[in-house]
């Protein structure tokens, strides 16, 4: 094997190495030389394709690439667009959380083995915020640290070209005197008006949007949160076959603050809005008799048509995550997801694209002996006819030169 063979040889193997760590293997083997770029060579030839991996994660694209092999090149995996990280550090006061400057905040990816890989570390600014910029993609765990308050930890990923934010309330580390206790009861209200305990409810304390502890009922249905600092806090409850509730609870420094629920059955909701279509000019004009469907797990359970003014409604709707999809002849049709709450009415309305237009028919002279007959080549053959390629036509007669 010569000099230049051996190169390329080499490269394709170090390739496909690469390929298979980053993509895994839902890539076929004849995608790998096509998810290899170059630059500068030794020996010479011609790599191009494109390739689209089957299966991929999100954020995973195919991969356009026609390069010339020179000299002295040296061929790498084609490298995707760095993400961001951002968000910010806060800890309890009295009424709403309070910015924590001077935080550490590290940045982890799983690396060889599995074995966490330090990609960054950055300190909150006065107002407690952090930033990460130009992470590779992936899974990463995030570590925010800071003298007097317990550590906490979040997996989070980062994609391509996109902004990932997060916020982290530490609470302070301290003596049990400081800290207050939160316990009462959960019960649920049953459709024969029966008030009966809620063994195994999930109960969700809340600090800037973000759960600080978590309590689950015992038989009895009552909770206790112990060591919860002082301050003000939303705390939340929640039960199988019940509408979710929440409440605004104040704890005391070494004192038990008492929140009691009462879980209503939940009533169902309402969906409403519109569909229109993306004209070419950028205006949107109201798509009447577009087809609205809602969807949970893969089955459709609700079916309606927009009216005159491309608008619907959908009643009796049970509270619930859900898929609602649109589509209307001559646009590409969507699905999103959307969460219905108890006795609440969603309003989602869609705005879908024009399809492209489709391939012209593929047609041409066929000859048939010296008789000329314009077919499409398959219709052309099985007539034991002799095709003259697409877009030909008759006359002048092909068939009689």
């Known amino acids: 094997m010569n000099r230049r063979k051996l190169l390329v040889f080499t490269a394709v193997v170090v390739g496909m190495g690469l390929v298979a760590w980053v993509a895994g293997p839902t890539w076929g083997a004849s995608h790998v030389v096509r998810g290899l770029a170059s630059t500068g060579v030794a020996g010479s030839g011609t790599l191009a394709g494109s390739a689209t991996p089957t299966g991929a994660a999100e954020g995973v694209s195919g991969v356009e690439l026609v390069s010339t092999v020179e000299s002295g090149t040296e061929i790498s995996p084609v490298v995707p667009e760095p993400g961001v990280v951002s968000g910010m550090v806060l800890h309890p006061a009295s009424g709403d959380p309070a910015p924590l400057p001077g935080a550490a ?8 083995h599995h074995q966490p890989e330090l990609m960054g570390m950055t300190a909150s600014g006065d107002d407690g915020s952090f930033a990460f910029a130009s992470l590779p993609p992936g899974g990463y765990l995030l570590v925010v640290s800071a003298a007097d308050y317990a550590p906490q930890a979040r997996h989070l990923p980062v994609r391509p070209g996109e902004t990932t934010d997060c916020t982290f309330v530490l609470l302070p580390v301290g003596a049990p005197e400081e800290f207050g206790t939160l316990e009462g009861c959960v019960t649920g209200v049953t459709e024969d008006g029966d008030e009966i305990p809620l063994p195994g409810a999930h109960l969700v304390l809340l600090a800037a949007d973000v759960p600080i502890r978590e309590a689950v009922a015992g038989d009895d249905g009552c909770y206790a949160m112990e060591g919860v600092p002082p301050g003000e806090f939303l705390l939340r409850a929640g039960a199988p076959g019940f509408a979710p509730a929440e409440a605004t609870v104040v704890v005391v420094a070494h004192e ?10 939940p009533e169902d909701g309402a969906i409403t809005g519109c569909v229109s279509g993306l004209q070419d000019d950028g205006t949107q004009v109201p798509l009447p008799g577009a087809h609205v469907v809602l969807i949970r797990h893969t089955h459709v359970v609700r079916q309606v048509t927009a009216g005159d003014d491309g608008c619907f409604a959908m009643t009796d709707v049970p509270p619930g995550v ?9 646009y590409r049709p969507v699905v999103e997801p959307i969460e219905v709450a108890s006795g609440e009415s969603v309003e989602h309305s869609f705005v879908l694209e024009p399809l492209p237009p489709p391939p012209p028919p593929r047609e041409g002279a066929c000859c048939l002996g010296e008789e000329c007959v314009v077919l499409p080549p398959r ?6 006819g002799e095709y003259q390629g697409d877009g030909t036509g008759c006359d002048p007669n092909p068939c009689t030169e």
């Open 256 to 265: 038990t603050t008492e929140q009691n629920f009462v879980l209503q059955p």
């Open 322 to 330: 859900y898929g609602l999809g649109a589509g209307a002849e001559g």
């Open 379 to 384: 219709a052309c053959h099985r007539q034991g």
């Open 105 to 112: 905040v590290w940045a982890f990816r799983a690396g060889r």
